[in-house]
């Protein structure tokens, strides 16, 4: 296979990889980011304290977590059917992606808004803030830069994801390794899928930890 029949195939299977990927990171982070929230704040000692919301919350969360991807994708088959009509291609493989990138998001959110100072959040309160302006005005913006970082790391593994995607004939650069470099025996097109990808990823982890880094030398002035 030339180069000049690889390049349009890599150019579209890049287009879908992130189209597919960039949807589904912004519903995970959509849904991911008060679902992260609400597990800090449902907590025991939490703001809105409350331990069988916060069990619900939890178990949903580690039980969508603990499913691999592939199962996960499966599973939802007549979901993802009733919701784009069609259970493959691009649009088709958001669904899968979207869902299992939430509980991952979520988890990782809870993690980065615990590790906002209390002393913060206990002077908000003290000036009459809602459990509200305590989100917006503290916990958000104290833990953004661990949050970009958060959905940095999401969109590395829904890049991973979206590979095994390809199995189900949603496109995108695992489609192409495993069509062609796997069952066509096309090992060229295959490794430069792979560099592609690897090349895809250092992109947006280098963009991920630069904004985080950026933001954390703003809220550094402030603190």
């Not at 088959?77 to 939430?102: D, H, K, N, Q, Y």
């Amino acid at each position: 296979m030339t180069w000049s029949e690889m390049r349009p195939l890599l150019a579209q299977a890049c287009w879908d990889t992130l189209y597919m990927v960039g949807w589904s990171t912004l519903v995970a982070v959509a849904v991911g980011l008060p679902l992260g929230v609400l597990l800090v704040l449902t907590d025991r000692g939490g703001l809105l304290g409350n331990a069988p919301a916060n069990k619900v919350i939890g178990q949903i969360v580690n039980i969508t977590r603990s499913l691999p991807f592939i199962i996960l994708m499966v599973a939802l088959m007549s979901f993802t059917r009733w919701v784009t009509g069609t259970t493959i291609g691009r649009e088709a493989a958001i669904v899968p992606l979207a869902i299992g990138a939430i509980p991952f998001f979520a988890r990782l959110v809870e993690t980065a808004v615990r590790e906002v100072d209390s002393g913060l959040v206990e002077a908000v309160q003290a000036m009459g803030g809602s459990t509200w302006t305590v989100v917006r005005k503290v916990l958000i913006p104290e833990s953004l830069p661990s949050l970009v970082s958060s959905a940095t790391t999401t969109v590395v593994a829904l890049i991973g994801y979206s590979a095994m995607a390809g199995t189900v004939g949603a496109g995108g650069l695992g489609d192409i390794a495993i069509r062609y470099g796997y069952q066509r025996f096309e090992t060229g097109l295959m490794w430069i899928t792979v560099a592609v990808l690897a090349v895809v990823i250092s992109l947006i982890q280098f963009a991920g930890d630069r904004t985080a880094r950026g933001l954390h030398r703003r809220g550094g002035h402030h603190g």
